[in-house]
């Protein structure tokens, strides 16, 4: 009789995963002591998650999950416009735990650019995934997807541009002022009708 994968467990193992990955990254990623470490074996994570490379995106996955959610209500919280939801996304983003998912996800980024191959649809689905979450604020406000999309590539760029920076400088001090200049430079984004950047579609 074929086993069939319990998808409680795997849902569980993934957890734990995620919580070892932001902690160690995956540079020098290796399954045994992970398996160890979550409570298992290689044999098992490979049953469930197929092979490392998937473990590690599947990883990430779920990182940007529990991220999306976070950020959607940072964004209730804060409001809805875009200085204000940024703002209380970079102080998260910014913060110890922040700065270790950062840096996490830049190793895995690294990996998928130098051998794309080997994290299939990896370096799409971290551009678009974010371009559909951010997107949507800017559609309900009246602009078209070209304008949405144009927003937020820039809001991204912005977030991947500074932590990189903070990650590889720690230089708090200087981050923050630029970050705050962006911030007064997002409130100045037009409204959908003087919205020429992007041809409207």
């Known amino acids: 009789m074929t086993r069939t994968a319990d998808p409680t467990r ?18 020098s990623l290796s399954l045994r002591p992970l398996a160890k470490a979550v409570g298992s074996s290689p044999r098992v994570l490979l049953y469930y998650f197929g092979s490392k490379e998937e473990l590690i995106v599947e990883a990430l996955r779920s990182m940007r999950d529990r991220q999306k959610v976070e950020f959607a209500r940072l964004n209730e919280l804060g409001g809805a416009t875009p200085t204000s939801a940024c703002k209380a996304v970079w102080d998260v983003m910014s913060s110890p735990s922040g700065r270790r998912a950062f840096a996490t996800f830049v190793d895995i980024y690294a990996l998928a650019l130098q051998d794309p191959a080997k994290l299939p649809g990896f370096l799409e689905d971290t551009v678009e995934s974010w371009l559909s979450f951010g997107e949507r604020e800017r559609l309900a406000d009246g602009y078209t997807l070209a304008q949405s999309r144009a927003i937020a590539t820039v809001i991204i760029a912005g977030f991947r541009g500074f932590m990189l920076d903070l990650t590889a400088t720690g230089d708090t001090r200087r981050v923050r002022a630029a970050v ?14 003087d919205f020429t950047y992007a041809r409207a579609r």
């Open 180 to 193: 705050a200049l962006w911030l007064d430079l997002l409130l100045h984004i037009p409204d959908p009708k």
């Open 10 to 27: 795997r849902a569980a193992l993934l957890d734990r995963v995620v919580d070892y990955v932001r902690e160690h990254g995956v540079g």
